[in-house]
């Protein structure tokens, strides 16, 4: 799918943020100029050529902080998609497998947990469970989880009424065999579109809970912290908040991109989409091929 992805022009961009933004969450701390909890200048300098974005209201350098940031906001993102795809996906598969009991069971869950709100209930399992990254990661995870259960619900159901599911059943295949073998490969596409999806959708939660200090405490770097941090001084540096803006924005479209670029290729729209491609550019190298003998005879 990945070789399919980066044919189109879309799926090459965000393949290339993501790297980009995956390789600052590796090394970032290691590359970033300055200690990032450390006081190196004056406060709220502009930029110079020491400080590329200034420093902060106690003299810390923005850029370490950003590139220090990084880590926690994406591997966080990470972490809740992750979650959501493991709570949500697998109910989903075996929702139609399990009987009419499990079936009921879950889809009352999956409802009751549509019905909550993202920032109160995380609020309330940091309360229950400790001001901590990880309660609130599990607490966004869940709430997500609906997503996936419902994408992996549906093209399983499309998928079990199919001739070649029914004939594996009929030869006594078992529900784990014909999961793995038939029904994964026809969920993995949609699935892999929600994962995109959600992965952008995480990286705003967290920076909206880290925003607020929720999950982090000071001196902690993260964006949405950062952005915290900008506007409270947003008179005196008015373009501050920008970088943090735009940093969480590209990371976002970005993964929407790439979950555009992963609708695209799936399925057979997607193989007659990239059909199409190849032939146009065939077309063009053979007409430049057509215009330059023509040039030579001439």
């Known amino acids: 799918m990945l070789k399919s992805v980066l044919r189109l022009t879309s799926g090459r961009i965000a393949v290339v943020i993501l790297v980009v933004i995956g390789l600052l969450a590796v090394f970032g701390s290691l590359i970033a100029p300055y200690p990032p909890n450390d006081t190196v200048a004056a406060q709220l300098q502009g930029p110079s050529a020491s400080h590329w974005l200034g420093t902060d209201y106690v003299g810390r350098d923005v850029l370490s902080r950003m590139l220090a940031g990084a880590a926690l906001s994406v591997w ?3 972490l809740v998609a992750a979650i959501a795809l493991v709570a ?43 001001n901590g990254v990880i309660q609130a990661m599990v607490a966004v995870g869940f709430l997500l989880a609906p997503l996936f259960y ?13 001739e070649f599911v029914e004939a594996a059943i009929l030869s006594g295949a078992s529900t784990g065999w014909v999961v793995r073998k038939h029904v994964w490969t026809k969920v993995a596409p949609p699935i892999a579109i929600s994962l995109a999806t959600t992965m952008g959708t995480g990286l705003v939660v967290i920076a909206s809970l880290t925003f607020l200090g929720i999950g982090v405490s000071p001196p902690t770097a993260t964006w949405g912290g950062i952005l915290a941090s900008d506007l409270q001084y947003i008179a005196i540096q008015p373009y501050a908040p920008i ?9 976002v479209l970005a993964c929407n991109l790439l979950a ?3 609708r695209d290729v799936s399925g057979e729209a997607g193989r007659q989409l990239l059909s199409a491609r190849d032939a146009k550019k065939a077309a063009r190298s053979g007409r430049r091929t057509g215009l330059a003998r023509g040039e030579s005879v001439g």
């Open 150 to 162: 419902r994408v992996a619900r549906a093209a399983t159901l499309s998928v079990a009424r199919s």
């Open 76 to 78: 966080g993102a990470l």
């Open 88 to 130: 949500g996906a697998i109910p989903g598969i075996l929702s139609v497998y399990l009987g009419r009991v499990y079936e009921w069971m879950s889809l009352r869950v999956f409802d009751t947990l549509v019905a909550l709100p993202f920032l109160v209930f995380a609020v309330a399992m940091t309360a229950l469970l400790g």
């Open 260 to 262: 555009d670029a992963v």
């Open 243 to 251: 970088v943090p803006i735009v940093i969480i924005l590209v990371a």
